[in-house]
């Protein structure tokens, strides 16, 4: 009896693979060896494809990034642009946690990532900002949303009512854990609401230098 054929081996087939490895386990799980073993495949075929543990890492974040929707920045004003754009980042980033520290680094060289980066900035200098103002404008974008992602507010509290017996202005932190989608996901859009205002009034006020 022939032996069944093996799935051809792609780029593809690797950041899939490399991916939902991530996803499940973390980045410090991922190896050569270990998402060879994932494909069923011997590790030095995947060489053929990446040079090295570090690409296939830039692979994942890479595809992670083109899920987000940059394409509102062209059906909208700067102010809605920003706040659509950044709530599909956030919810990409929210399916993929455990890429986040690297994508926190920047774009890189990621044509994906280089693509968003130009779609915010050009959005923002077609408004009007100035190149400075829009700089920052996107820095701030990018610490609100990656920063929320890097962990939960909620869950960096213990649940033991007896350990805020000392901190009365805490003494229902422990209940924080079991709201941790309201709270956190609260956060989020009170930042960005706050931060798109505070944009928005600069703005009406002609400070865009």
């Excluded at 296939?56 to 899920?67: L, R």
């Amino acid at each position: 009896m022939a032996r069944p054929r093996q799935a051809l081996l792609t780029r593809e087939r690797i950041v899939e693979a490399a991916s939902a490895l991530i996803d499940a386990e973390g980045l410090e799980a991922l190896s050569m060896r270990r998402l060879a073993t994932e494909l069923g495949v011997q590790g030095p075929s995947l060489y053929n494809h990446f040079a090295t543990k570090a690409e296939i890492v830039d692979a994942v974040a890479e595809a992670v990034v083109a899920q987000v929707d940059i394409g509102v920045f062209a059906d909208c004003d700067w102010r809605e642009g920003l706040r659509l754009w950044a709530r599909s980042y956030h919810a990409v980033l929210a399916a993929h946690p455990n890429i986040v520290p690297v994508l926190a680094t920047g774009p890189g060289r990621r044509p994906h990532g280089l693509a968003m980066a130009e779609a915010v900035y050009g959005a923002l200098i077609d408004a009007g900002w100035s190149r400075s103002r829009a700089t920052h404008i996107g820095a701030l974008m990018r610490y609100l949303i990656t920063g929320s992602a890097l962990g939960s507010f909620a869950l960096g509290f213990a649940d033991d009512p007896e350990l805020y017996d000392r901190y009365p202005h805490l003494h229902r932190a422990h209940e924080l854990a079991a709201h941790r989608a309201a709270v956190d996901e609260g956060a989020f859009e009170l930042g960005l609401d706050v931060l798109i205002a505070g944009l928005s009034d600069h703005y009406d006020q002609g400070v865009r230098r």
